[in-house]
Protein backbone atom coordinates (compact mmCIF):
# COMPACT_ATOMS: atom_id res chain seq x y z
CA UNK A 1 0.00 0.00 0.00
CA UNK A 2 1.45 3.17 -1.40
CA UNK A 3 1.72 5.74 1.35
CA UNK A 4 2.11 9.69 -0.03
CA UNK A 5 4.83 10.36 -2.25
CA UNK A 6 5.93 14.02 -2.91
CA UNK A 7 8.60 14.73 -5.48
CA UNK A 8 11.20 15.80 -5.76
CA UNK A 9 12.86 15.51 -2.93
CA UNK A 10 14.81 18.16 -3.12
CA UNK A 11 14.97 21.51 -5.43
CA UNK A 12 17.14 24.33 -5.74
CA UNK A 13 16.07 27.51 -7.07
CA UNK A 14 16.91 30.95 -7.43
CA UNK A 15 14.86 34.31 -6.31
CA UNK A 16 12.68 35.51 -9.01
CA UNK A 17 11.66 32.12 -10.66
CA UNK A 18 8.58 29.47 -10.24
CA UNK A 19 8.53 26.06 -8.98
CA UNK A 20 5.86 23.26 -9.28
CA UNK A 21 6.07 20.58 -6.71
CA UNK A 22 3.91 17.23 -7.05
CA UNK A 23 2.26 15.12 -4.18
CA UNK A 24 0.24 11.94 -5.17
CA UNK A 25 -1.52 10.97 -1.88
CA UNK A 26 -2.39 7.59 0.13
CA UNK A 27 -4.05 5.26 -1.80
CA UNK A 28 -7.93 5.22 -1.04
CA UNK A 29 -7.66 9.18 -0.22
CA UNK A 30 -8.92 11.63 -1.83
CA UNK A 31 -7.91 14.89 -0.02
CA UNK A 32 -4.58 16.91 -0.03
CA UNK A 33 -3.59 19.76 1.99
CA UNK A 34 -0.03 21.24 1.54
CA UNK A 35 2.09 22.46 4.34
CA UNK A 36 5.18 24.71 5.14
CA UNK A 37 7.60 23.85 7.57
CA UNK A 38 10.55 26.31 7.82
CA UNK A 39 13.89 25.16 9.62
CA UNK A 40 13.13 25.15 13.76
CA UNK A 41 9.46 25.55 13.42
CA UNK A 42 6.19 23.73 12.94
CA UNK A 43 4.31 22.78 9.95
CA UNK A 44 2.25 26.13 8.59
CA UNK A 45 -1.08 25.05 6.68
CA UNK A 46 -0.85 26.47 3.09
CA UNK A 47 -4.10 25.13 1.98
CA UNK A 48 -6.13 21.84 1.12
CA UNK A 49 -7.45 20.74 -2.00
CA UNK A 50 -10.68 18.49 -2.15
CA UNK A 51 -12.74 17.04 -5.14
CA UNK A 52 -10.22 19.41 -7.08
CA UNK A 53 -10.93 22.61 -5.40
CA UNK A 54 -8.97 24.62 -2.71
CA UNK A 55 -11.41 23.88 0.09
CA UNK A 56 -9.22 25.92 3.19
CA UNK A 57 -6.27 28.69 2.82
CA UNK A 58 -4.21 29.56 5.20
CA UNK A 59 -1.97 33.04 5.91
CA UNK A 60 -0.25 32.88 2.58
CA UNK A 61 -0.10 35.24 -0.34
CA UNK A 62 -1.44 34.63 -3.74
CA UNK A 63 2.38 33.44 -5.18
CA UNK A 64 1.48 29.93 -3.44
CA UNK A 65 -1.19 28.39 -5.83
CA UNK A 66 -1.97 24.81 -5.99
CA UNK A 67 -4.26 22.21 -8.15
CA UNK A 68 -5.80 18.96 -8.04
CA UNK A 69 -6.07 16.67 -10.42
CA UNK A 70 -8.99 14.02 -11.17
CA UNK A 71 -6.96 10.90 -10.12
CA UNK A 72 -6.74 12.96 -6.49
CA UNK A 73 -2.95 14.35 -6.73
CA UNK A 74 -1.86 17.52 -6.38
CA UNK A 75 0.90 20.60 -7.40
CA UNK A 76 1.93 22.92 -4.99
CA UNK A 77 3.02 26.08 -7.51
CA UNK A 78 5.07 29.18 -5.76
CA UNK A 79 5.75 32.35 -7.93
CA UNK A 80 8.64 34.87 -7.78
CA UNK A 81 9.94 32.85 -4.95
CA UNK A 82 11.44 34.98 -2.01
CA UNK A 83 14.64 33.62 -0.21
CA UNK A 84 12.20 33.33 2.95
CA UNK A 85 10.43 30.37 0.70
CA UNK A 86 13.17 28.16 1.64
CA UNK A 87 12.03 25.55 3.83
CA UNK A 88 10.64 21.85 3.91
CA UNK A 89 7.00 21.18 1.75
CA UNK A 90 5.07 18.62 3.32
CA UNK A 91 2.32 17.33 1.63
CA UNK A 92 -0.64 15.52 3.83
CA UNK A 93 -3.39 13.24 2.50
CA UNK A 94 -6.56 12.13 3.72
CA UNK A 95 -10.34 10.73 3.56
CA UNK A 96 -11.99 13.38 3.20
CA UNK A 97 -11.31 16.48 4.56
CA UNK A 98 -9.39 15.58 7.92
CA UNK A 99 -10.66 17.17 10.97
CA UNK A 100 -14.02 18.37 12.26
CA UNK A 101 -15.86 16.27 9.40
CA UNK A 102 -13.79 12.85 9.40
CA UNK A 103 -12.00 11.10 12.22
CA UNK A 104 -9.48 9.39 9.69
CA UNK A 105 -5.85 11.18 10.36
CA UNK A 106 -3.77 13.01 8.03
CA UNK A 107 -1.24 11.11 6.02
CA UNK A 108 2.42 12.82 5.43
CA UNK A 109 4.83 12.22 3.15
CA UNK A 110 8.42 12.59 3.37
CA UNK A 111 8.28 16.29 2.02
CA UNK A 112 10.86 18.44 -0.47
CA UNK A 113 13.27 20.27 0.51
CA UNK A 114 13.29 23.85 -1.03
CA UNK A 115 16.21 25.99 -1.12
CA UNK A 116 16.34 29.72 -2.45
CA UNK A 117 19.93 30.93 -3.23
CA UNK B 1 -7.30 32.46 16.72
CA UNK B 2 -6.57 28.58 17.26
CA UNK B 3 -2.63 28.15 18.90
CA UNK B 4 -0.56 25.41 19.81
CA UNK B 5 2.29 25.68 22.14
CA UNK B 6 5.01 23.02 23.10
CA UNK B 7 7.25 24.63 26.01
CA UNK B 8 9.93 22.68 25.11
CA UNK B 9 12.19 23.19 22.53
CA UNK B 10 14.65 20.35 23.61
CA UNK B 11 14.80 17.69 26.03
CA UNK B 12 17.86 14.73 26.70
CA UNK B 13 16.52 12.08 28.46
CA UNK B 14 18.87 8.90 29.69
CA UNK B 15 17.59 5.53 27.97
CA UNK B 16 15.14 3.68 29.82
CA UNK B 17 14.06 7.00 31.66
CA UNK B 18 10.57 8.04 31.67
CA UNK B 19 9.07 10.90 28.98
CA UNK B 20 6.87 13.74 29.21
CA UNK B 21 6.57 16.19 26.21
CA UNK B 22 4.27 18.97 26.51
CA UNK B 23 1.34 20.11 24.57
CA UNK B 24 -0.85 23.35 25.54
CA UNK B 25 -3.97 24.40 23.04
CA UNK B 26 -5.61 27.82 23.02
CA UNK B 27 -9.36 27.21 21.40
CA UNK B 28 -12.92 28.13 23.35
CA UNK B 29 -13.94 25.06 22.78
CA UNK B 30 -12.32 21.12 23.04
CA UNK B 31 -10.66 20.58 19.91
CA UNK B 32 -9.05 16.98 18.05
CA UNK B 33 -5.63 16.46 19.30
CA UNK B 34 -2.87 14.97 17.49
CA UNK B 35 0.59 14.04 18.23
CA UNK B 36 3.30 13.52 15.81
CA UNK B 37 6.89 12.27 15.41
CA UNK B 38 8.81 13.57 12.49
CA UNK B 39 12.63 11.99 11.88
CA UNK B 40 15.10 14.03 9.98
CA UNK B 41 14.53 14.96 6.80
CA UNK B 42 11.46 13.28 6.88
CA UNK B 43 7.60 14.10 6.97
CA UNK B 44 5.14 12.99 10.19
CA UNK B 45 3.78 9.94 11.70
CA UNK B 46 0.80 9.69 13.44
CA UNK B 47 1.77 8.80 16.98
CA UNK B 48 -1.62 9.29 18.63
CA UNK B 49 -5.02 11.02 18.33
CA UNK B 50 -7.80 12.27 20.43
CA UNK B 51 -11.25 12.94 19.09
CA UNK B 52 -14.04 12.32 22.73
CA UNK B 53 -14.00 10.01 25.15
CA UNK B 54 -11.42 8.38 27.74
CA UNK B 55 -9.25 11.20 28.04
CA UNK B 56 -5.78 8.84 27.59
CA UNK B 57 -5.26 7.42 24.52
CA UNK B 58 -2.76 4.70 23.66
CA UNK B 59 -0.29 4.78 20.49
CA UNK B 60 1.82 3.55 18.27
CA UNK B 61 5.47 2.93 19.85
CA UNK B 62 4.18 2.66 23.41
CA UNK B 63 3.39 6.25 23.63
CA UNK B 64 0.63 7.72 25.62
CA UNK B 65 -1.45 10.94 26.09
CA UNK B 66 -3.97 13.01 28.94
CA UNK B 67 -6.39 15.00 27.75
CA UNK B 68 -6.46 17.63 30.41
CA UNK B 69 -9.61 20.13 29.73
CA UNK B 70 -8.95 22.30 32.86
CA UNK B 71 -5.44 22.90 31.69
CA UNK B 72 -6.16 23.18 28.23
CA UNK B 73 -3.11 20.17 28.01
CA UNK B 74 -2.57 17.28 26.37
CA UNK B 75 1.05 15.65 27.04
CA UNK B 76 3.03 12.95 25.42
CA UNK B 77 4.09 10.46 27.63
CA UNK B 78 6.55 6.91 27.70
CA UNK B 79 7.62 4.81 30.67
CA UNK B 80 10.94 4.18 29.01
CA UNK B 81 12.44 5.55 26.38
CA UNK B 82 14.74 3.48 24.05
CA UNK B 83 17.39 5.25 22.02
CA UNK B 84 15.31 4.65 18.51
CA UNK B 85 13.09 7.26 20.23
CA UNK B 86 15.41 10.32 19.50
CA UNK B 87 13.39 12.39 16.74
CA UNK B 88 11.00 15.48 16.56
CA UNK B 89 7.62 15.68 18.58
CA UNK B 90 5.16 17.92 17.13
CA UNK B 91 1.55 18.31 18.47
CA UNK B 92 -1.39 19.52 16.43
CA UNK B 93 -4.98 20.48 16.98
CA UNK B 94 -8.03 21.20 14.77
CA UNK B 95 -11.16 22.76 15.60
CA UNK B 96 -13.94 21.12 15.44
CA UNK B 97 -15.61 23.24 13.38
CA UNK B 98 -13.19 23.17 10.51
CA UNK B 99 -10.25 21.52 8.83
CA UNK B 100 -7.50 23.46 9.03
CA UNK B 101 -4.16 21.80 11.10
CA UNK B 102 -2.60 23.59 13.32
CA UNK B 103 0.95 23.01 14.27
CA UNK B 104 3.37 23.48 17.30
CA UNK B 105 6.86 24.01 16.90
CA UNK B 106 7.95 20.73 18.21
CA UNK B 107 9.98 19.44 20.86
CA UNK B 108 13.12 17.49 19.97
CA UNK B 109 13.97 14.42 21.61
CA UNK B 110 17.85 13.64 22.18
CA UNK B 111 17.93 10.22 24.30
CA UNK B 112 21.25 9.14 25.49
CA UNK B 113 22.69 5.64 26.68
Known amino acids: DAGVTQSPTHLIKTRGQQVTLRCSPKSGHDTVSWYQQALGQGPQFIFQ???????QRGNFPDRFSGHQFPNYSSELNVNALLLGDSALYLC????????????????FGDGTRLSIL | AQSVTQPDIHITVSEGASLELRCNYSYGATPYLFWYVQSPGQGLQLLLK??????LVQGIKGFEAEFKRSQSSFNLRKPSVHWSDAAVYVC???????????FGTGTSLTVIP
Open chain 2, 92 to 102: AVVTNTGNQFY
Open chain 1, 92 to 107: ASSLRPAGAYSNQPQH
Open chain 1, 49 to 55: YYEEEER
Open chain 2, 50 to 55: YFSGDT
